[in-house]
């Protein structure tokens, strides 16, 4: 049972796997499946057919979403998704709640929504996630800083990405160092009005090795981020 306190305006590491370790994106159709969820249910607008949506996205690299869906949803947010990072058994986000109870509606629509999803196209049943989505909260902005740099530093882990991870399509880091794909739905500001966009956050992140990033956390988050 997750006992973190969720409070309003907080910063939290939010992630969590696959149950038993299990893959959770197995095709691209999967990886964009989530990507759509975790950009776009930050408010509770819902969308009829978001099948449509994986299609767009695989034929042009791009949601179909008008710009006035995208304002709507700022509007009416209860999270705001700072950076984040898909990885075959398990993804990580920061996030900051700006409506009470926004972090749990939030992930209980992404994590149930894609489960639902999951299963009715592998005929499965069952837990895809590895219980409830696990929340830390980040108490000081270094933590913050390098938490983004943990975050956008983990495709390493994929042999063919390792010195490519500003170019992996299933993270931020390529809207922190290139054009930000998403707009106001990602809302890097807290991290880019420090270390500014493009050249110098990419070497931000490239000069903040393990242990640089471990010493600006606790041991409890320390072993979070080596189990996570």
Known sequence: MRTTRIALGEY?????RGNNKQQIFTDKRDWIRFLFLIIHLQSPITFQNIGRQVSSFVKNRAFNISQEEIKEIVENRSVELINFSLM???FHTTIQETKE?????YMQRVLCGYTKYFNTRYEKSGHVFQGPFKAVHITTNEQLLYLSAYIHRNPKELSQWKNKEHLFPWSSYRDYTEENRWGGLLKYE???KQI???????KFVEGSGAKEIEDHFDNDLIKVLRLG
Do not use: L, W
Request: aromatic share 14%; glycine share 14%.
């Open 12 to 16: 939290y590491h939010i992630f969590d």
């Open 190 to 192: 807290v991290i880019t």
């Open 196 to 202: 500014p966009r493009g050249k110098e956050y990419k």
């Open 101 to 105: 109870g926004g972090i749990s509606a």
């Open 88 to 90: 075959p058994n398990h």
